[in-house]
C-alpha cells in the first residue's frame, strides 16, 4: 500500500520483474478491502497513507489476520519504527531504500512464513504451555492463543530452550532467521506483545524471563509432587 505514484511503479517493477503477483492500493481503506478480498501472502505498508494511515491499517490487519506486514517508514524516524514493531509488524524498512534490500527483507519474510509449521514439528506440552507447530496453534492453560507468525516462532524457539537464556541475536538468528544481529530491538518490542498476549504482562510472573545484560529465557511451570498426589489419593 503506496500512495505516491512514482514509489508505486518502481516497486510494481521491482516485484513483477522478481517472480511476484503484484496488487496495489493507493490508500489505507482501499488496501484493506483488497486485503480482505485477495488475502495476499505478505504486505508492504506505507505509514503515510490517505484516507486510513498506515497504523490504522495495521492495527485493522492484526484483527484479522497474521499476514506478514513489512513497513515503510520515512526519514529513519526511531518513533515510527518503534511503533511499528509494538504494533505488530514484521519487520521495517526506512526510505530511501535500496532495491536489494527491499527484496531480500520481503524473501527472508515470506520464507519464515512458509517455514513457520516446518520448525521444531513435535507437539509441546509443559502444562502451562501447548504448542503445535504444524496446526500452528498454542493454548495456555488450555485457552487458545492466537499469534503472529513472528511471535508463535518466539514462543516455539523459546519453549524448545527451556531453561537456557538465549540472547537477542541467537533469537534473531531463530525467530527471525537473520543472522545479522541488526535491529535488537524487534527481539524486545516483540516480547512485550508475546507476554501480553499470553497474559503474562507482570514481568515477575511470567515463564518468559527477561535476564539483563544476557537475554530471555522460558521457564517450564514446576511439575507436580507425585507424592503429595498419591497421598491424597
Known amino acids: 500500500m503506496e500512495d505516491d505514484p512514482d514509489i508505486t511503479l518502481a516497486l510494481k517493477l521491482l516485484f513483477t520483474r522478481a ?18 478480498a485477495e488475502r495476499p501472502d505478505l504486505v508492504v505498508l506505507d505509514v503515510g497513507l490517505p484516507e486510513m494511515d498506515g497504523w490504522q491499517v495495521l492495527e485493522r490487519l ?10 515503510l517508514t520515512a526519514h529513519g524516524q526511531e518513533t515510527e519504527k518503534v511503533r511499528g514493531l509494538r504494533a505488530g ?14 527484496l531480500a527483507r520481503v524473501e527472508a519474510l515470506l520464507r519464515r512464513s512458509s517455514n513457520a509449521a516446518s520448525w521444531a514439528s513435535q507437539v509441546y506440552d509443559d502444562g502451562l504451555v501447548h504448542l503445535d507447530p504444524v496446526q500452528r496453534r498454542v493454548y495456555v492453560s488450555g ?31 531463530q525467530a527471525w532467521d537473520d543472522p545479522t544481529g541488526i535491529g535488537q530491538e524487534r527481539v524486545k518490542f516483540a516480547v512485550l506483545r508475546l507476554r501480553r498476549k499470553l497474559g503474562w504482562s507482570d514481568p515477575e510472573a ?26 491424597a489419593g
Open 62 to 71: 492484526r484483527d484479522i489476520s497474521d499476514v506478514p506486514v513489512l513497513m
Open 19 to 36: 517472480g511476484y503477483e503484484v496488487a496495489h492500493a493507493g490508500s489505507g481503506r482501499t488496501g484493506l478491502r483488497e486485503a480482505y
Open 89 to 102: 509488524a514484521d519487520d521495517y524498512l526506512t526510505k530511501p531504500f535500496a532495491n536489494a534490500e527491499l
Open 206 to 231: 511470567s515463564p518468559v524471563q527477561s535476564v539483563r545484560g544476557f537475554g530471555y529465557r522460558y521457564s517450564r511451570p514446576p511439575a507436580p509432587d507425585r507424592r503429595e498426589d498419591a497421598a
Open 143 to 173: 485457552e487458545e492463543v492466537r499469534l503472529t507468525p513472528t511471535e508463535f516462532r518466539l514462543l516455539n524457539v523459546l519453549v524448545r530452550h527451556a531453561g537456557a537464556v538465549l540472547s537477542p541475536n541467537q533469537l534473531l538468528s
